[in-house]
């Protein structure tokens, strides 16, 4: 006998839910690998390869990647988005959202 107090979920959100699940998986390993191969390169050299999270804005769409290299208006919001992005690490936003995806995908409906 199912619980009355659970909202029913369909199909669809099931498969989206694992879908979100695999995906934050996904991005925690990676987020792991890249900031365990950090680590291995500093102590093989000493030197700290830093990798923000500003480098994927070359995979962005055009123009989106057009204004975060070469703003040509919003100066200052570009200014304090850019601060952002060079002061993350790729490695632990995505390791973060991925636990983010998790745990929405894992959550309870309750009502």
Excluded: C, R
């Excluded at 879908?19 to 700290?48: D, E, R």
């Excluded at 999270?53 to 919001?77: C, N, R, T």
């Amino acid at each position: 006998m199912e619980d009355d107090s659970k909202i029913q979920v369909s199909w669809s959100d099931k498969i989206f839910n694992v879908f979100l699940y695999f995906i934050g998986l996904a991005l925690v390993i990676f987020g792991i690998f890249l900031l365990g191969s950090q680590i291995f390169n500093f102590l093989k050299s000493g030197v700290w390869n830093e990798i923000p999270l500003v480098g994927i804005m070359a995979y962005a769409p055009d123009k989106i990647a057009a204004w975060v290299f070469e703003p040509q208006s919003w100066l200052g919001l570009h200014k304090i988005i850019i601060s952002i992005l060079n002061f993350l690490p790729l490695s632990l936003t995505s390791a973060f959202v991925g636990f983010g995806l998790i745990a929405i995908s894992t959550q309870e409906y309750d009502s």
